[in-house]
Structure formats: structure tokens, C-alpha cells
């Protein structure tokens, strides 16, 4: 049964992501953060995963501003296209949850 052994892999990468999750929570309580915003983080990255997937999915004018001397327009017209742009959204997003989390941390220490 070639059905069976994809969901078998499905469920190995959902065990995976559950034990990782398990880590990343186990390491931001050691970190500090209190208990009642780590699972708050542990979900951000699954979110933002999330939206690059729809990011990834969509076309690459979703926006359709006016004309091409409005800001967006402008900054549309000389954007990167299809994939490059996307990962740079994730590589940049994913550096600004990082440095938020670390600027949060270090706020939760002063305290």
C-alpha cells in the first residue's frame, strides 16, 4: 500500500515537529521566559511558517496599487519576483522574531 507508507512518514514528521516543540519550550522556560508565554512563542514560528507557505503559494502582484508613482507601486515595480523575494521575507521575518525574542529575554532579566 503506497498510501500507507506516506502517512506513515506524515506521522513521523508530526512526532518530529511535537518533540521539537517539546525542546524549543523546554529551552525558552530555561531561558527564562514565564510559563505563560512560552507556549505563546512556540506557536509564532508556526505562524509565520505558515504565511510564507501562502507567501510561497500566491501570485507575485497581490497588491495592485493605483499607479506606479504611489510607494508600493514603486517599490513593487523594482521588487525581486516569485521565490527570491519570498525568501528574503523569511530569511529577514525570521531574523526579526529572533532578535525580538532575544530583546524580550533580556527585558524579562532586568526585571
Known amino acids: 500500500m503506497a498510501g500507507g507508507g506516506v502517512h506513515l512518514r506524515l506521522l513521523d514528521v508530526v512526532e518530529c ?6 525542546g524549543v519550550a523546554t529551552a525558552l ?6 510559563d505563560d ?6 506557536a ?21 496599487p493605483q499607479g506606479p508613482t504611489e510607494t508600493l507601486g514603486r517599490l513593487l515595480a523594482n521588487a525581486q519576483r516569485g521565490p527570491a523575494r519570498s525568501d528574503r521575507a ?22
Open 17 to 22: 515537529v511535537a518533540e521539537c516543540e517539546v
Open 44 to 64: 509564532i514560528p508556526d505562524s509565520f511558517a505558515l504565511g510564507f507557505g501562502l507567501d510561497l503559494a500566491s501570485p507575485d502582484e497581490t497588491w495592485q
Open 37 to 42: 508565554e512560552v507556549l505563546v512563542v512556540v
Open 90 to 111: 523569511f530569511e529577514e521575518g525570521l531574523q526579526l522574531l529572533l532578535d525580538s525574542l532575544r530583546l524580550r529575554l533580556a527585558r524579562l532579566r532586568d526585571d
Open 29 to 34: 522556560h530555561l531561558a527564562g521566559f514565564p
